[in-house]
């Protein structure tokens, strides 16, 4: 009879071992999807993130953005930015974090000439390539998974920064999500 009874005590255990183990992991999430709220005001562009929770201090994530407006003279038609972060806050891939990225652009060929007379600029073809930088920024996420997001960053074209008027990256976002 303490055999049996020790035998039920010991998988009993183990069942409850799992359960918690089961109940635990539903808030550490490790997908994400998320939506920039200001870049459609600010420079009528569309900007969509998938980022994805490693362990509860870091992630690496792409953003792709598209300009589908000229109301401003934005001279960025799109780009594609993978990141990783590092995350410093208590809460599973949340708080503050830095990154670093790098992005494939495609960038109007525009330059703007300096002279004593009025400026000119020539329209050459669209200028493709790649930057490095580093950002930082912070994330907040609710226990039922929705996510709020800022971040700011800064990076140098690498290879034809000569043949347009742009030799830096500027990247900042507030973002809505949700970890799933």
């Known amino acids: 009879m303490k055999k049996s009874l020790f035998i039920l005590a010991l998988l009993f255990s183990f069942f409850a071992t799992n359960a918690q183990n089961g109940t635990s992991n539903q808030y550490k999430k490790q997908n994400e999807i998320k939506v920039d709220i200001i870049q459609p ?18 992630s690496l994530g792409v953003s792709g953005l598209y300009m589908f407006t000229d109301k401003i003279d934005e001279d960025m038609n799109y780009s594609l930015t993978p990141y990783y972060r590092r ?49 930082l920024g912070s994330k907040w996420i609710t226990k039922s998974g929705f996510i709020f997001e800022f971040n700011f960053g800064y990076g140098r074209q690498l290879f034809n920064a000569d043949k347009t008027d742009h030799d830096q990256l500027i990247r900042y976002g507030i973002k809505l999500g949700y970890r799933f």
């Open 41 to 58: 005001l600010i420079s009528g562009s569309v900007e969509a993130v998938y980022e994805r929770n490693l362990n509860s201090k870091s």
């Open 87 to 135: 995350y410093f806050g208590k809460k599973y891939a949340a708080g503050f974090f830095l990154e670093g990225f790098g992005t494939f652009s495609s960038i109007d060929g525009k330059e703007v000439y300096d002279t004593e007379e009025p400026l000119t600029y020539t329209e050459n073809p669209d200028v493709y390539d790649l930057s490095l930088g580093i950002g």
